[in-house]
C-alpha cells in the first residue's frame, strides 16, 4: 500500500500538466494511435492557422502548409528529441514548412476578411471597438516584413519567449531581439496616430 503510494506521488512530481500531455500524445503517436494523433490536432489546428496565416498571407497556402506541418508529426514523431517543448517543435515545422510554401509562390495575396474576424462572446460595442483596434493592428502587421510578423505573432499571440521563438525560426537569440526591436518599433510607428501614445 505505502509502495503504491510513493508510486502515486512520484508520477505527480514528474507530471508536468499540459506540456507533458503533449509529449504523452506524440508517444502515442509513434505508436500509430490515431485518436492521439485528432487529439493533438484539434489543439494546434487554431493556433497554427493563426500563425500559418499572418506569415503566408494567403488561406489556401496557409491551409496546405497546416496539412504538411502535421502530416510530419503523424509521419515522423521520432523526430521530437524532446529536448524542447512539443509545441516549439511543432511550430518549428510549421516555420519550415511556411518557408517552402511561400519560396514557392512569390505573390502573396492578402486575405481581405484576415482584418475583420473576431472571437469571443462580446458585446455589440465592444465588438466594434475590439474589431476597429484588430483591423488597425493586422493592418499594421501586414506591412512588416515575414520574418517581422512571424516574430510578433509568436510572441504576442502564442506567448514563446525569444529562446522559442528563436529555435522555431532556427536563428540566434540575438536575431530574435533585433527582429522584434525593428518590428515594434514599426508598429509604434503605425500605430501611434490611431490608436494613441501607448502604442
Known sequence: MLNGLGHADAERRTFQGPADDEARLLSRIGERDLRA????????????????MNFLRRPQLAEE????TMMVVWNRPDRFAGTSKVSTWIFGIAYRT????RSRHD??????DAASRVSGDIGPEQRMGQRQVQEILMNAMSQLSADHRAVVDLTYFHDADYAEIAEILDCPVGTVKTRMHHAR????TMLADQLG???
Open 37 to 52: 494523433f485528432e487529439t493533438l490536432y484539434r489543439i494546434y489546428h487554431p493556433r497554427l492557422t493563426r500563425f500559418l
Open 65 to 68: 502548409a497546416l496539412n504538411d
Open 98 to 101: 511556411a518557408l517552402k510554401a
Open 107 to 112: 505573390d502573396p495575396i492578402e486575405d481581405p
Open 185 to 188: 518599433r514599426r508598429l509604434k
Open 197 to 199: 501614445s501607448e502604442w
